[in-house]
């Protein structure tokens, strides 16, 4: 197989997984600050999500309005696909690796939805505050944003917070999670 054949077939595979991920993340948050069972967004997750989350609910309850099957599901989701990876990109790998590079991507995708959310309501805010769309994205980073609004004022009636909140997610990505990675993919293929 060649180089471009193999780098598309990855990134496919990568594309499939992380967006399956990554509504489990927005899964797992909705159902934390309970966001509106009747909001499409939260229509849409459900039933992207429930035919796998419901079985895994019934030996796994949730634990103070976290959702211990969704962490499951997505850490199961996430093995499955590093270690199809692996075995596309370098052959059989340690599974100590696959597990290591698994906690390090589920850090990373649940960094990069909280900044894609964040993303997105500032530009509601700024294009249709009253929209339901801003409302539950709100409610959704709010746990996130209340903390820094409490030290960062508005400037001239705009909240930067947002953009500070997604630094630091940025900061995180950087100094916990590509590390994990890095050292979880040179245990996987034994350098």
Do not use: W
């Not at 309005?65 to 499951?72: F, K, Q, R, W």
């Not at 075995?87 to 597990?99: A, D, E, Q, R, T």
């Not at 909280?114 to 505050?129: C, G, R, W, Y």
């Amino acid at each position: 197989m060649s180089g471009a054949t193999l780098d598309a077939i990855l990134f496919l595979v990568s594309c499939i997984f992380d967006f399956y991920i990554m509504v489990l993340v927005i899964r797992l948050v909705l159902a934390y600050v309970n966001a509106d069972y009747n909001h499409p967004l939260t229509q849409f997750v459900i039933k992207l999500t429930s035919a796998v989350v419901k079985p895994l609910k019934k030996f796994l309850p949730d634990i103070r309005g976290i959702e211990t099957a969704t962490i499951v599901l997505i850490f199961i989701v996430t093995m499955f696909k590093c270690l199809i990876l692996n075995l596309l990109s370098f052959g059989i790998p340690n599974l100590l690796g696959v597990f290591i590079y698994s906690i390090g991507d589920v850090l990373r995708l649940f960094l990069l939805t909280i900044s894609i959310a964040l993303l997105i309501q500032a530009l509601l805010s700024f294009i249709q505050p009253a929209s339901p769309a801003y409302g539950i994205l709100s409610r959704a980073t709010a746990p996130l944003l209340r903390p820094l609004q409490r030290f960062i004022p508005p400037i001239s009636g705009v909240d930067i917070t947002p953009i500070v909140a997604i630094v630091i997610l940025q900061l995180l990505f950087i100094l916990i999670a590509r590390p994990i990675m890095s050292y979880g993919l040179a245990v996987a293929v034994g350098s």
